[in-house]
């Protein structure tokens, strides 16, 4: 039992990291209709940008999480102005080869100054010790990444449902042509929230950095998944995101522990229940059929 | 007689291939290099996940071997016309074909070094034999090198997954606990050292109580079901032995740190481990782990010597690898050296059986029967945090184990 809650806990927190990836692309993409391909690479960014502030300039890990997706956010909505921007009115595909390309270039970047080896990033002291549940115990810094997870995707939540700003923003991404029939200035909000979107991936990167691997390839492996998982809440669906994320991070470990004598399977697992998922609604789980434009 | 026969044919090719390129064959009887010069090739790779314990910084050691070769013999170096070409594989076995065949046939390379990657080193060996030109593998740790896929012009050096297992497996099980649960990468090096490692740890009296092959690659970068299962099994295992590399074996370290198993009674041994890898994951992560090292920087004053000057050239200190490329480049030059030529036949010929003790090889001897080049191994033990006095100064040599021991018998796949 202590077993299967301990593999259910660590599902929520390998969940946590696609939850909050996941929800950045699906605003991202109701948005700007752009499917960003360098949310890995942000991802990355977040996590090396931690160790850098930390190996050069002594900065703790309580101030990266705050500064990097800051950070990031801003690069983000630079970058939006400066080249997405341009290519929204074409074809998806051309924002697709875009973030494609940026991200080759981010990840080389980093690799050039940092080197394909992973850089070092100790777990924060006083995160650093295992917190006791009576039947099981469990990491002290999964158990923060968890709430703090769950804290923010209600604080999200809560913005979108409640604020003017979450109204515009949930009304553009799901109906955006109707939106903009209403006469609300749809454009105004593209940028701020590529920003935000961006800034989520650096802030999962960040909280990734004490328990992975901190290397140039980090977000690329990461991010198949990810789109596995937005796919299957189902494109541009904020709430879909969360609860795939969440609901793919527990199918796989619990694969991996009661499947693994069959590692095809809890490795596969994720794609099939795409599939399975695709079948069954075309749109994903909490998807809607695109409305005819 | 054959031999000799095969020697003046090689001679006679060597001699008109060298014609074709530089208009016309050479009068005269001094004339023993293929175009007077000596050229050397470090295949390996230059950006990816090996970059760092070989890479570019190994075509610095074949550089540094240069230098002392022609300090050494001034005047009297057969050549002083000795270059290196580099090519990087990326660690793909077409591109390692490729780039191998180039270098032997167009850049004049008379012996290719390093190739990591065994998927990749394969190839190179096939090529080396196809061209009857030498190849010293200094990266790759497959067995096959030296077993069904051994051929005359192929050198195995550095080390491979028998002599890593051999070392920590049965080291570890004498000293640490016999009783293991294996974690390995699911994919054919994986397995090929859960193999070597399952059998050196049964032989020598232990047992694994617990095996799996995680996904490779693992995409979530989470090894926590199979930790969490480790304490759990019955018997409880005292050991795991993990045979993750690069990124992976970071994962699994960070991990088993933040899921406690040392205190829990799980030590942790791992299957290939380079100083790099402890660099990055801090000594702090790694405190108490056992490994088998091919060689270490901070050894003795010799090494330790060496390890100076080429952090002077690279700005870091160097691999077993890097000390590899060295030696190899070294023992290479030395035979042409000693044979007057660089006829391939002649070279291995002369390194053929020969007893060696330089920076890398201690008590080295380069097998005649599968060309293992064997020479003393070295089960090594991060320290903890407080004894690491310096940077990079991160294991203590718990054991040394002799040449003799540390590499397997000639194999009977292997005919040359």
Redesign the interface.
């Known amino acids: 039992m202590s077993g299967f809650l301990q593999n259910t806990f660590n599902g929520l927190v390998g969940g946590a990291f696609y939850a909050l990836l996941a929800l950045g692309l699906a605003v991202i993409f109701g948005m700007l209709r752009v499917v960003n391909f360098a949310h890995g690479a942000f991802y990355m960014l977040g996590a090396f940008g931690a160790y850098v502030l930390l190996a050069e300039a002594g900065v703790p890990f309580w101030a990266a999480l705050v500064i990097m997706p800051l950070a990031l956010g801003l690069l983000g909505m630079v970058l939006e102005r400066a080249v997405i921007h341009r290519l929204t009115r074409l074809d998806p595909l051309y924002n697709f080869l875009l973030t494609f390309g940026l991200t080759l270039i981010l990840q080389d970047l980093v690799k050039s100054r940092y080197g394909v080896q992973s850089s070092p990033y100790a777990t924060p002291t006083e995160l650093s010790g295992t917190v006791d549940f009576g039947l099981f115990d469990f990491p002290t810094y999964r158990v923060f990444i968890l709430g703090f997870t769950v804290l923010l995707c209600v604080a999200v939540w809560w913005v979108l449902g409640r604020t003017r700003v979450g109204m515009v923003v949930r009304a553009a991404t799901e109906r955006p042509e109707l939106t903009r029939a209403f006469g609300i200035d749809v454009g105004r909000w593209v940028t701020p929230v590529f920003g935000f979107g961006i800034a989520l991936a650096g802030l999962a990167g960040v909280l990734a950095a004490p328990m992975r691997a901190v290397n140039p390839l980090m977000g690329a492996d990461l991010i198949i998944v990810v789109f596995a998982v937005v796919v299957i809440g189902g494109l541009g669906s904020i709430f879909g995101s969360v609860a795939a994320g969440f609901g793919i991070g527990l199918i796989q470990a619990w694969g991996e522990a009661y499947l693994s004598d069959f590692p095809i399977v809890s490795q596969t697992v994720v794609f099939v229940v795409m599939a399975a998922v695709l079948l069954w609604r075309p749109a994903g789980l909490f998807g809607r059929e695109e409305a005819p434009a | 007689m054959r031999r000799s026969v095969g020697v003046a044919a090689a001679s006679a090719a060597a001699v008109l291939v060298a014609g074709c390129g530089g208009g016309g064959p050479q009068s005269g009887g001094d004339q023993k290099l293929t175009g007077d010069k000596i050229v050397l090739g470090v295949l390996n790779d230059q950006?990816?996940?090996y970059?760092?314990l070989s890479g570019r910084n190994s075509v610095k050691a074949v550089e540094m071997a240069i230098a002392d070769f022609k300090a050494k013999y001034g005047d009297k170096a057969v050549t002083k016309n000795i270059s290196v070409e580099t090519a990087d594989h990326q660690n793909k076995p077409d591109v390692a074909n490729s780039k191998a065949q180039e270098m032997y046939d167009r850049k004049g390379v008379d012996a290719i070094l390093d190739v990591p990657t065994s998927s990749a080193a394969l190839k190179v060996a096939d090529v080396a034999k196809e061209k009857k030109k030498l190849y010293f593998n200094i990266g790759a740790a497959t067995t096959d090198l030296t077993g069904k896929s051994c051929n005359k012009y192929t050198f195995h050096y550095a080390y491979d997954t028998y002599m890593l297992a051999h070392g920590t497996g049965t080291v570890t099980t004498q000293q640490v606990g016999k009783n293991w649960y294996i974690l390995y990468p699911?994919y054919a090096f994986g397995q090929d050292m859960e193999k070597s490692f399952s059998a050196a740890i049964t032989a020598a009296g232990g047992q694994v109580v617990g095996k799996?092959?995680?996904?490779f690659?693992?995409?979530?970068?989470?090894y926590?079901?199979?930790l969490?299962?480790a304490p759990?099994l019955n018997p409880k295992p005292q050991v795991l032995g993990t045979m993750q590399a690069?990124?992976?074996l970071?994962?699994v370290v960070?991990?088993y740190?933040?899921?406690?198993l040392r205190d829990k009674g799980v030590g942790l041994a791992v299957g290939l481990m380079f100083i790099?890898?402890i660099?990055?994951?801090?000594p702090?992560?790694l405190a108490g782990t056992t490994y088998t090292d091919a060689w270490y920087w901070n050894f003795d004053q010799q090494n330790r010597e060496w390890a100076d000057r080429f952090q002077k050239e690279t700005g870091t200190r160097p691999s077993f690898a890097h000390a590899a490329n060295y030696s190899a480049a070294m023992q290479y030059l030395e035979a042409v050296q000693a044979a007057g030529t660089d006829d391939a036949d002649t070279v291995v010929k002369g390194l053929e059986g020969k007893e060696v003790n330089d920076l890398f090889l201690r008590n080295g001897k380069i097998r005649a029967e599968d060309h293992r080049v064997i020479h003393d191994a070295y089960l090594a033990q991060v320290k903890p945090q407080a004894e690491v006095s310096e940077p990079w100064d991160y294991v203590k040599i718990l054991k040394t184990i002799p040449a003799a021991e540390a590499f397997r018998a000639p194999s009977a796949d292997c005919k040359m």
Do not use: M, R, Y
């Not at chain 2, 690659?217 to 989470?222: E, I, R, V, W, Y």
């Open positions: 950006s990816g996940a970059s760092e699911n799996d092959g995680a996904p690659p693992n995409t979530s970068g989470d926590s079901s199979f969490l299962k759990t690069g990124a992976e970071v994962n960070k991990q740190n933040e899921f406690k790099t890898d660099h990055s994951l801090t702090a992560a």
